[in-house]
């Protein structure tokens, strides 16, 4: 019987590894034309815009594994069902909750695989990929992206970076302070800075403005050392957009905000939604088992893709939704987090019942 188990598994890693890539490139190609707008500004050429599609090629494959894991099931299942291979293993033994069990199987080495891909190549690609694309599309004058502005928060400081030339270089840094009871008692505006190696700043052309009372008092120095609460590791890493953060330094940095009693709301969802993701794997691959072995019409190709993508679209749109919702009324990360998954689950319970009667 393992033989049969590993045989079914081969065939939905098959298909599984067929339009996770299909899907992955279909995504990046969007990307890419999305980036030849960008073409001709500053140093940004054609090859820029396809390195910088290429590197961001591992987070386009986490984002479409779930799905695909559903597509694959529908193709891979559903072509044993079609030349009947299927219903030769029932009648040898196999179940239909043992064949769809087969396939659950595939999801720990998954998540295992995702968690590398995330931690240790995702960031470091993505990184590469923003660091690439704001030195190309600097001009001449010094100009860069804006979406490259930096933001963080913690020991009742507000820090903002407009660009960050590499790791140790930053230019255009305000730096906000504020007292126990939220009221601001300190400015700082600096031309640039560099992150020495025990990861304090030195500002350089400094205007500083301290709260007295109800008034500014406004003071200049060519250079001055800030003590930041971030690392330079923590930087680089919260540099990148929440869903490309490595998960354990997206944890640390949860742990970190709440140690110091600041709002982690974001953070938090980001890290529900993985580990929300064997949930909504187990939820979509219990959703193809009623299109599997379910009637003969259904056994369709063309059929099973329209499912799929439906189911996808549904399952995508409603985790943006409760994503959103979250935010705007401040629920519970966990709960937004694993809704979607749970309310599939029911669903593909409901149809495997109705299509058993």
């Known amino acids: 019987m393992k033989r049969f188990d590993r045989y079914i598994q081969f065939v939905t890693l098959r298909a599984f590894l067929l339009v996770a890539t299909g899907l992955t490139a279909l995504f990046s190609l969007l990307e890419f034309v999305d980036q030849l707008s960008y073409v001709g500004q500053g140093h940004y050429h054609l090859a820029d815009a396809a390195a910088y599609t290429a590197l961001l090629a591992p987070a386009r494959f986490m984002q479409v594994t779930p799905i695909a894991l559903l597509l694959a099931c529908l193709l891979g299942l559903g072509g ?162 929440p869903e490309s953060v490595p998960p354990i330094a997206l944890y640390r940095y949860i742990q970190d905000l709440k140690r110091h009693h600041l709002p982690a709301t974001r953070y938090e ?26 009637p003969p019409r259904s056994q369709n190709l063309g059929y099973r893709m329209a499912v799929g993508i439906a189911i996808a679209i549904v399952f995508s749109l409603g985790q943006e939704i409760t994503n959103r919702l979250g935010l705007l009324l401040d629920l519970n990360p966990a709960v937004t987090a694993l809704t979607p998954p749970v309310l599939l689950m029911l669903s593909a319970a409901y149809l495997f019942i109705h299509t058993r009667e």
């Not at 990861?199 to 800030?226: C, E, I, N, P, Y």
Request: aromatic share 10%.
């Open 80 to 241: 044993l069902a079609r030349h009947s291979e299927l219903t030769a293993l029932q009648g040898i033994g196999l179940s239909e909750i043992r064949i769809i069990g087969a396939v659950l199987r595939l999801i720990v080495p998954t998540i295992v695989l995702l968690f590398v891909v995330g931690q240790f190549i995702v960031p470091s690609a993505r990184h590469a990929a923003q660091e690439r694309r704001t030195a190309a599309l600097a001009s001449d004058s010094g100009q860069s992206d804006d979406n490259t502005a930096f933001w963080a928060h913690g020991d009742r400081q507000f820090l903002g970076v407009r660009r960050f030339v590499n790791e140790r270089l930053g230019e255009d840094i305000d730096i906000y302070r504020f007292d126990d009871q939220g009221a601001l008692t300190r400015y700082l505006h600096a031309d640039h800075a560099t992150i020495g190696a025990d990861d304090d700043w030195q500002l350089a052309d400094v205007t500083s403005k301290t709260v007295v009372g109800d008034q500014f008092r406004t003071s200049h120095q060519d250079s001055m050392t800030w003590h930041a609460f971030l690392s330079s590791r923590q930087i680089r890493f919260l540099s990148l957009p």
């Open 269 to 294: 969802q980001e890290l529900w939604s993985r580990i929300s993701t064997p949930f909504a794997m187990i939820a979509l691959i219990a959703c193809a088992a009623p299109f599997v072995f379910g």
